[in-house]
């Protein structure tokens, strides 16, 4: 059982990153699925989530309106799409998924993680 998340990286302020999370060993299909971060010195942090139906979604209200959760079950992928990036967005970046049907903000309610990607928005 993996996640391998990718697409971290250098940015310019106001640019836009698409993070991908694969999953292995096992299908996402009755998984809800969560994006965590966690910047320098700070705790981590619930940044989104889409349960497993992918009728709901769930942000921050620091992301709201700039990121997009999304899952694609027949490629066994998770995405989040980071647009208008902030230095403040400046993070490591995890995928994390439950077999629920539920989001939760608790990092401790998610059974698997991915190895996290860094995202540095910086001019």
């Known amino acids: 059982v993996q996640l391998q998340a990718s697409g971290g990286g250098l940015v310019q302020p106001g640019g836009s990153l698409r993070l991908s999370c694969a999953a292995s060993g096992f299908t996402l299909d009755y998984y809800v699925i969560a994006w965590f971060r966690q910047a320098p010195g700070k705790v981590r942090e619930g940044v989104s989530c889409?349960?497993?139906?992918?009728?709901?979604?769930y942000y921050a209200d620091s992301v709201k309106g700039r990121f997009t959760i999304s899952r694609d079950n027949a490629k066994n992928t998770m995405y989040l799409q980071m647009n208008s990036l902030k230095p403040e967005d400046t993070a490591v970046y995890y995928c994390a998924t439950a077999k629920s049907g539920l989001c939760s903000s608790s990092d401790g309610y998610y059974d698997y993680w991915g190895q996290g990607t860094l995202v540095t928005v910086s001019s």
């Open positions: 889409i349960t497993s139906s992918g009728v709901r979604t």
